[in-house]
T-cell receptor
Framework: SQQGEEDPQALSIQEGENATMNCSYK?????LQWYRQNSGRGLVHLIL?????REKHSGRLRVTLDTSKKSSSLLITASRAADTASYFC??????????FGKGTTLSVSS | NAGVMQNPRHLVRRRGQEARLRCSPMKGHSHVYWYRQLPEEGLKFMVY????????ESGMPKERFSAEFPKEGPSILRIQQVVRGDSAAYFC???????????????FGPGTRLTVT
């Protein structure tokens, strides 16, 4: 069964706008990770947030985690056409397999 | 430091043939995971291996699929007597413990796209 569920399934924005994607999960976690996948390519690790962290930044990325609501959000600020990709959240315990959601497909048009 | 390598990148097999997918983890990584991705879907875990050991194969179909990670050489995912439903992208990831994060970060290969005709 799916652990992480991303919302929305698809998002279309203009360059320069911010993009926000949400992820909900079901069971307790050790950490939550966000990945990007360009069409037909492998996954690129974006950011990891531990269960005892509430917010983390990396460049134009901002991730929040609310363990009480079992949810996380990924914010991409000042989006670019190159950000067009699918974004997945994944959860897991230390040393175990990751459980992925179905992803949010982001389209950024110039 | 080369990333996770997978080969072949594309593989076409007729129904009933065998498919062998190879994965070389990042240098120093001793944990390997295999995932399958169907079109328009997220990745689904199949099997987790350490050198010469299968740690968790709960996501792998009971029949026709097998995986190994020998002491020397790449990890192999083997699919016998392939059927059209096996057509998918198969991704391998390797990991190492990150003490600073107290976590295992997984690094993914580019995937093997299997097409069964």
């Amino acid at each position: 069964s799916q652990q992480g569920e991303e919302d929305p399934q698809a998002l279309s924005i203009q360059e320069g706008e911010n993009a926000t994607m949400n992820c909900s999960y079901k069971t307790s976690i050790n950490n939550l990770q966000w990945y990007r996948q360009n069409s037909g390519r492998g996954l690129v690790h974006l950011i990891l947030i531990r269960s005892n962290e509430r917010e983390k930044h990396s460049g134009r990325l901002r991730v929040t985690l609310d363990t009480s609501k079992k949810s996380s959000s990924l914010l991409i600020t000042a989006s670019r056409a190159a950000d067009t990709a699918s974004y997945f959240c994944a959860t897991g315990q230390a040393g175990t397999a990751l459980i992925f959601g179905k992803g949010t497909t982001l389209s950024v048009s110039s | 430091n080369a990333g996770v390598m997978q080969n072949p990148r594309h593989l076409v097999r007729r129904r009933g043939q065998e498919a062998r997918l190879r994965c070389s983890p990042m240098k120093g990584h001793s944990h390997v995971y295999w995932y399958r991705q169907l079109p328009e879907e997220g990745l689904k875990f199949m099997v987790y291996l350490q050198k010469e050991n299968i740690i968790d194969e709960s996501g792998m179909p009971k029949e026709r699929f097998s995986a190994e990670f020998p002491k020397e050489g790449p990890s192999i995912l083997r699919i016998q007597q392939v059927v059209r439903g096996d057509s998918a992208a198969y991704f391998c990831a390797s990991s190492i413990y990150n003490a600073g994060q107290n976590s295992y970060e997984q690094y993914f290969g580019p995937g093997t796209r299997l097409t069964v005709t």
